[in-house]
């Protein structure tokens, strides 16, 4: 299975500051996650990264002892690839400018 750039939200028990800590420090020992939110008044964790979801789920719940509930998973990796494909917009001022240098560099 291939590795896509996923963004994920969980519900995990946050009910005090301790479980926020463990949450906290399992995020922070997993290097494939680039970023991570932690909503304790919601309960709910968002975590994006090249990861694959179950997995990560599941470490985090070995790692706290704490249930994870995913709630949403989006494969962003799909978005990327199209805004790689489309070319930047070139408007005429641009191409005329380049053209007066080409013009000069020649002269």
Not at 59 to 64: D, E, S, V
Request: some cysteine; aromatic content about 4%; glycine content about 2%.
């Amino acid at each position: 299975m291939t590795v896509k750039y996923f963004c994920m939200v969980m519900r995990i028990n946050i009910d005090c500051n301790g479980c926020y800590r463990k949450v906290k420090r399992a995020l922070l020992d997993m290097p494939e996650l680039d970023t991570h939110l932690l909503e304790k008044n919601q309960t709910r964790v968002i975590v994006c990264g090249r990861f694959i979801p179950r997995d990560v789920a599941i470490m985090i719940r070995k790692k706290t002892n704490r249930r994870v509930e995913i709630l949403d998973i989006q494969d962003l990796s799909e978005s990327n690839a199209e805004m790689e494909d489309q070319k930047p917009m070139t408007n005429n001022w641009t191409l005329l400018t380049t053209q007066n240098q080409m013009e000069t560099c020649l002269a």
